[in-house]
Each structure stands twice: as C-alpha cells, then as structure tokens.
Nanobody, 126 residues
C-alpha cells in the first residue's frame, strides 16, 4: 500500500524557515518523481516543486525559486522541502505526491500525481 506522510509544518514568523518532510512507503521510491504542492485559502492546489532523480531533474514554481529547495534521501525513502524567506502568502496546507506520468512533469499538474499524503499545515505570521 502506497503511503506518503508529511511532517514539519508549523507556525513561523515572516522571514523564517521550515523544513518539510515526506516519508514514503509501499513503492520503489527511487523510481518515482515526487512533488510538493500547496493549497492556500486564495488559490487552487498548486505545484511548488518536483524532483525525479537529481538536481538536474528538478523544477520549481516561480514563487519558490530562490527560496525553497527540494531534496531526496533514497536511503530513507524521504523527500524534503526546505523553505526559507517565508511570507504570509505561503500559508497553506502542503502536500507531497507521486508523479504518475504525463506530458510534462515540470508543469506540476495535480491531475498527473496519483498518490497523495494528508498534508501538513504551514502558517506564516506577518
């Protein structure tokens, strides 16, 4: 059974940092691209970042570039999202998901990601 469990969310002041973790099980981890998404009160679910096998196959949403960094530990079956320079508009629920295949992984279309975690809440205060 495929499982993804996010952790690491919390309350942080504007300008602060958080590291989110996505622990996975039930599938061959190093064969799959894993993405991070977020659901904010003012937008539909949107892609944050996605990584396949290394930094050369990693993509970020424009708002994440320069502030967020995705990484993965294949030995621990875990993907991380290091977030810095957080802003109040980054507030939302952050999810990780496996990419099920499609035309363009970099586009991070939620419909192309097939297994999802339950999410972790990130709240950034002004």
């Amino acid at each position: 059974q495929v499982q993804l469990v996010e952790s690491g969310g919390g309350l942080v002041q504007s300008g602060g940092s958080l590291r989110l973790s996505c622990s996975t099980s039930g599938f061959t981890f190093d064969s799959y691209a894993i993405g991070w998404f977020r659901q904010t009160p003012w937008k539909e679910r949107e892609g944050v970042s996605v990584m396949r096998n290394g930094e050369d196959d990693t993509y970020y949403a424009d708002f994440a570039k320069g502030r967020f960094a995705i990484s993965r530990d294949n030995a621990r079956n875990t993907v991380y999202l290091q977030m810095s320079g957080l802003r109040p508009e980054d507030t939302g629920i952050y999810y990780c998901a496996t990419w099920g295949g499609g035309l363009d992984m970099a586009a991070m279309r939620p419909s192309e990601f097939d297994h999802w975690g339950q999410g972790t809440q990130v709240t950034v205060s002004p």
